[in-house]
């Protein structure tokens, strides 16, 4: 176990709607990743936040965005959804002040759109 | 962009037969780290490699980061089922404050009894 959560484990919808993941870090971790993993795309870097603000962007359509809140949980909003938006969702946090990033992944949400 | 190349891409083996899987860039990194990640779970971070040459062990597991910090192995004695999984590798940018790991498309080891 991590220490990392993150709900719902398994999401079904369909395209065109709106849906929001969310994680908690391990405790004490300020820093908060999302993550795309897919089959013929692997695991793809979305975004960071780091204590409430928005530290770096990957690959993320403009249709998704995220945000982490004062308590330090944060939520991946993903709209207008598409057949291929359908992959796992992980959430990972990291300890602030370490220089080399380590990453601690929780369970994932696997997103279904139909 | 920072490309991390993991090979072979597939590999499945006999228990207790030896391995290694690589891990390559022509980029530089300020750290790489191996993970592994079994179906349906998130990836678990096995180590992480810091300075150049380094040489780390984890049981059966031997990493390994290049001289240059361009790629690393992970070398697996006496594999057992248990060590199934998809080992990922993954990247930290050389310099500046950017926290945004690379990782590779992952080798997904089998391990047969």
């Known amino acids: 176990d991590s220490g990392v959560t993150q709900t719902p484990k398994h999401l079904i919808t369909a395209t065109g709607q709106r849906v929001t993941l969310r994680c908690s870090p391990r405790s004490g971790d300020l820093s908060v990743y999302w993550y795309q993993q897919s089959l013929d795309q692997g695991l793809q870097f979305l975004i960071q936040?780091?204590?409430?603000?928005?530290?770096a962007k990957g690959n993320i359509l403009e249709r998704f965005s995220a945000q982490q809140f004062p308590d330090l949980h944060s939520e991946l909003n993903l709209s207008s959804l598409e057949l291929g938006d359908s992959a796992l969702y992980f959430c990972a946090s990291s300890a602030s002040g370490i220089t080399y990033n380590e990453q601690f992944f929780g369970p994932g949400t696997r997103l279904t759109v139909l | 962009t920072q490309l991390l190349e993991q090979s072979p891409q597939f590999l499945s083996i006999q228990e207790g037969e030896n391995l290694t899987v690589y891990c390559n860039s022509s980029s530089v990194f300020s750290s790489l780290q191996w993970y592994r990640q079994e179906p349906g779970e998130g990836p678990v971070l096995l180590v992480t490699v810091v300075t150049g040459g380094e040489v780390k062990k984890l049981k059966r597991l031997t990493f390994q980061f290049g001289d240059a910090r361009k790629d690393s192995s992970l070398h697996i004695t006496a594999a057992q089922p248990g060590d199934t999984g998809l080992y990922l590798c993954?990247?930290?940018?050389?310099?500046?404050?950017?926290?945004?790991?690379?990782f590779g498309k992952g080798t997904l080891l089998t391990v047969n009894p």
């Open positions: 993954a990247g930290a940018p050389s310099g500046g404050s950017n926290y945004k790991l690379t």
């Open positions: 936040y780091y204590n409430g603000e928005e530290r």
